[in-house]
């Protein structure tokens, strides 16, 4: 007995000094965070809360290295540095995933979702949490929608009408969606990095963007942009992304715990979206810099039926099923 006894204490290596590895002598998981936006934005408070409740919860299990302003890694690049595992967290815009899965450019169809409510209705509902998984094959793997608010046009004119954005450079994200409307418009798109934005607005290599109201004030475009049309045509949120083989290879207990924190955070980022985009509303109206032109329920019914054509264009390619889903979500139950 004793000598079987001895031999599972020896495999075990409870009986060999320093052969046992505790878990409190192993290094921390890290997990490096990269994004491109300000920390005074949703998308960068919820970075630094998510590091801070790790820190508080996990303590010496996981480390969290947050890598704000694309000081780590540009629009460009970060997915790829994500599938390469050289970061473990991204939180891009949903715009930045049309490689990976066409269903996903539902979110940048124009005027598609009648207002923010209606987009978190459809990311709630059973087709918009599938859209999270929608990316395994490619290693990616979605953990939670953050919001960040609805888009507004800037210009260096006054656009109350489709035909004031005609011949006009627009920058956007890299989507052939919203390539798209601003061909609708007669406009021209400019694909640029969102670190570059101020720059390019700035220098006259573009004349006009879209971006919520804490993109437009944390970047300070409205002092380079004379007139902000308030259409709310568009959504720009986020899909909280890791590497799936990185993921899931985190011990179940952990990974528990650290999407428990997630969950939390997700709440806070989305509760405070809203609150934020309003403060800077104000912030960029009480500027002075730029002129905030209201349209009339005709005006952005005229800016709805030029951008419309985009959703035939695009609806084979998303799928008929995640179509109606999003338009089923405008109507509140």
């Known amino acids: 007995m004793f000598k079987t006894m001895l031999a599972a204490c020896l495999s075990l290596g409870l009986l060999l000094p320093g052969a046992a590895t505790n878990a409190a002598d ?55 540095a994500l599938q390469r ?24 169809l124009p005027f598609l979702f009648d207002d923010h409510e209606a987009v978190a209705r459809f990311q709630q509902k059973p087709t918009g949490r599938d859209l999270l998984m929608s990316m395994h094959e490619h290693n990616i793997v979605g953990l939670a929608y953050w919001h960040n608010g609805m888009k507004q046009l800037s210009a260096t004119q006054p656009l ?28 021209q798109s400019v694909k640029l990095p969102f670190g570059e934005v101020a720059g390019a607005l700035k220098s006259g290599k573009v004349q006009g963007a879209e971006n919520p109201w804490s993109n437009i004030y944390s970047q300070q475009l409205h002092t380079v942009q004379p007139y902000i049309s308030e259409t709310n045509h568009g959504v720009l949120d986020y899909m909280l992304v890791s590497n799936a083989r990185f993921w899931y290879g985190i011990p179940h207990e952990i990974r528990s715990e650290l999407e428990a924190i997630i969950d939390e955070v997700t709440l806070a980022v ?20 730029s002129r905030i032109i209201a349209l009339s329920d005709a005006e952005r019914s005229a800016w709805r039926n030029a951008m419309q054509p985009v959703w035939q264009q695009y609806e084979a390619e998303i799928g008929p099923l995640v179509m109606r889903a999003a338009k089923a979500a405008n109507r509140s139950l």
């Not at 480390?63 to 690049?77: F, I, M, Q, W």
């Not at 050289?86 to 940048?108: E, G, I, N, R, W």
């Not at 109350?160 to 406009?187: C, M, N, T, Y």
């Open 270 to 289: 989305n509760s405070e979206a809203a609150r934020l985009n309003e403060a800077d509303r104000a912030r960029v109206a009480a500027a002075g810099t």
């Open 26 to 80: 192993q290094a921390p998981i890290l997990i490096r965070f990269a994004h491109v936006v300000a920390d005074d934005t949703p998308k960068g408070h919820g970075a630094l809360l998510l590091k801070k409740l790790v820190e508080e919860r996990l303590g010496g299990r996981v480390r969290v290295e947050v890598h704000g302003n694309s000081s780590l890694y540009g629009d460009a690049e970060e997915l790829a």
């Open 85 to 108: 595992g050289d970061v473990q967290l991204l939180a891009p815009s949903l715009a930045k995933f049309q490689q990976y899965t066409p269903k996903l450019q539902v979110f940048d």
């Open 160 to 187: 109350r009408l489709p035909g004031d954005a005609k011949g006009l450079g627009f920058r956007i994200q890299s989507s052939r969606v919203l390539e798209a409307q601003f061909a609708a418009l007669q406009a």
